[in-house]
């Protein structure tokens, strides 16, 4: 391990693992990137004094992102519970007992096919640029992808000029993965053990958040979806203190669970 990098090899390929190991008695802090990005995504976030002071950060690229290897099983991995999986085996590795997680993007889609997995251990989920979905009615309704940039990102073979557009306008955006899972809406409509926050940017180009706010959210956060204005797709990297703020509020909480 050097300087908290360390890699792990797993059913799912060789994973590139951050984790600050603070020793506490709080929830450690797993953070989960999207499709084609990685964990550097969150470098405010692992580099605020706040949070390296109170809870454990943990975040890893997936497999194919970053410096993480590609899946010697790509049909078994490359799916929201394939992720789910490994993330689960991660924090089992890593002996956590209890933890809170921000997914982004997929990394969200990711975090609540974890609820099920985890259950009392992930104490709360954090998500942002995400829409609970299943089936193509409920991604239609959940995501807008009459937008460019979202129908690129949905393509399997892109030109070197649709590559270029993506990178320049994305920073890291992120598609609704395709494969089978979990009925994510349901499963944040009906489990009473998690507490889940939504944050996005009220400016958010690939997500519909009208959608988001027709959720009968079992538990959610604040009692509402939170936009923040002026932002996009990534408010934590867009606005990082901003967006610290309201996730150390959310972190407090989770501790008095």
């Given at each position: 391990m050097l300087d908290?990098?360390?890699?792990?090899?797993?059913?799912?390929?060789?994973i590139c693992i951050q984790d600050t190991d603070l020793k506490n008695d709080a929830p450690a802090l797993l953070l989960i990137h999207g499709n084609s990005s990685c964990s550097d995504i969150f470098k405010y976030i692992l580099s605020d004094p706040v949070f390296?002071?109170?809870?454990?950060?943990?975040?890893?690229?997936?497999?194919?992102?970053?410096?993480?290897?590609?899946?010697?099983?790509?049909?078994?991995?490359?799916?929201?519970?394939?992720?789910?999986?490994?993330?689960v085996?991660?924090?089992?590795?890593?002996?956590?007992?209890?933890v809170v997680v921000l997914g982004w993007s997929l990394g969200g889609h990711i975090g609540i096919e974890m609820i099920p997995l985890l259950g009392g251990l992930l104490k709360g989920l954090m998500i942002t640029g995400t829409p609970p979905s299943l089936g193509l009615e409920q991604t239609d309704?959940?995501?807008?992808?009459?937008?460019?940039?979202?129908?690129?990102?949905?393509?399997?073979?892109?030109?070197?000029?649709?590559?270029?557009?993506?990178?320049?306008?994305?920073?890291?955006?992120?598609?609704?993965?395709?494969?089978k899972?979990?009925?994510?809406?349901?499963?944040?409509?009906?489990?009473?053990?998690?507490?889940?926050?939504?944050?996005?940017?009220?400016?958010?180009?690939?997500?519909?958040?009208d959608y988001l706010d027709q959720i009968q959210w079992k538990r959610l956060w604040k009692g509402k979806?939170?936009?923040?204005?002026?932002?996009?797709?990534?408010?934590?990297?867009?606005?990082?203190?901003?967006f610290a703020g309201i996730?150390?509020?959310?972190?407090?909480d989770c501790e008095k669970l």
């Amino acid at each position: 391990m050097l300087d908290g990098h360390f890699t792990l090899q797993t059913e799912h390929g060789l994973i590139c693992i951050q984790d600050t190991d603070l020793k506490n008695d709080a929830p450690a802090l797993l953070l989960i990137h999207g499709n084609s990005s990685c964990s550097d995504i969150f470098k405010y976030i692992l580099s605020d004094p706040v949070f390296l002071s109170s809870w454990r950060l943990i975040t890893f690229d997936l497999p194919g992102h970053g410096a993480s290897s590609d899946s010697p099983v790509p049909k078994r991995t490359y799916t929201q519970r394939g992720y789910a999986d490994l993330a689960v085996e991660i924090l089992s590795h890593l002996s956590i007992s209890k933890v809170v997680v921000l997914g982004w993007s997929l990394g969200g889609h990711i975090g609540i096919e974890m609820i099920p997995l985890l259950g009392g251990l992930l104490k709360g989920l954090m998500i942002t640029g995400t829409p609970p979905s299943l089936g193509l009615e409920q991604t239609d309704e959940g995501f807008r992808f009459k937008n460019i940039h979202m129908g690129i990102a949905a393509k399997k073979d892109l030109s070197e000029e649709e590559v270029a557009l993506f990178a320049r306008n994305t920073a890291g955006e992120t598609a609704f993965a395709a494969g089978k899972g979990i009925d994510q809406r349901k499963v944040v409509e009906e489990e009473e053990g998690t507490v889940v926050a939504v944050v996005n940017g009220a400016e958010e180009p690939f997500v519909n958040l009208d959608y988001l706010d027709q959720i009968q959210w079992k538990r959610l956060w604040k009692g509402k979806c939170i936009r923040m204005e002026g932002l996009g797709h990534a408010p934590f990297w867009e606005k990082p203190k901003e967006f610290a703020g309201i996730l150390a509020d959310f972190m407090r909480d989770c501790e008095k669970l």
